[in-house]
């Protein structure tokens, strides 16, 4: 059985991992990397945790393919970042993960979420725009130059949670619950 295969038919889990090890970190900076033309490194990726910021993983068995990391302050959230393994893209796991990330954000009482995605970011805008995320504004060169990338701007987004569908049964199937680790 090939590994796409295999993917679609074992058994998911989202996790809310509140805190890490060093081994945790390197599943997630793994992960960050592979999804990323400019990735954070694993310090960023540490110091995004705060008594403020929630931490998804999306398991398959036990190995982490991807996981986002927001932020929820009064009842404004953000998406920081969202990342899928690509071995595991096009398989609908990073619709999944993002649903799950604003499903949280709305159950824990935000009513909005905003987030900042690469002009050139053409299927991670559809995916936000299939959420209701609307463009705000434009931040000119947001994104830095590297090696790999020219410098770009960042679309401003939002959406209101309120309209965020119900967790589909779809979800429900690859695991209703988050799971606390």
């Known amino acids: 059985m090939g590994l796409r295969q295999h ?14 090890d060093e081994a945790l970190l390197e599943q997630l900076h793994a992960v960050e990397v592979s999804a990323h033309a400019d990735p954070w490194s694993k310090e ?13 993983g999306l398991f398959i068995d036990d190995l982490l ?15 920081y970042t969202i990342g899928v ?8 796991f990073g619709h999944r993960l993002l649903h799950m990330a604003l499903w949280h954000l709305q159950q824990l009482g935000a009513r909005t979420c905003f987030l ?3 002009v050139s970011n053409e299927v991670a805008i559809h995916l936000y725009d299939y959420y209701g995320f609307e ?10 130059a590297t090696e ?21 049964e ?12």
């Open 170 to 181: 779809a979800l429900v199937a690859y695991g209703d619950k988050l799971q606390q680790q």
């Open 135 to 144: 463009t705000l504004a434009v931040r000119t060169h947001y994104y830095p």
């Open 116 to 118: 900042e995605v690469r």
């Open 85 to 92: 393994n690509p071995k595991y893209q096009g398989l609908g």
């Open 65 to 79: 393919i991807g996981f986002t990391i927001t932020s929820l302050v009064v009842d404004e959230g953000e998406l």
């Open 44 to 56: 960023d990726i540490a110091q995004s945790m705060s008594p403020f910021t929630h931490c998804i």
């Open 7 to 20: 993917a679609l038919q074992a058994k998911v889990t989202f996790k809310e991992l509140r805190s890490f």
């Open 148 to 168: 790999t990338t020219p410098c770009e701007d960042a679309f401003v987004m939002s959406c209101a949670l309120e309209k965020l569908p119900e967790l589909p």
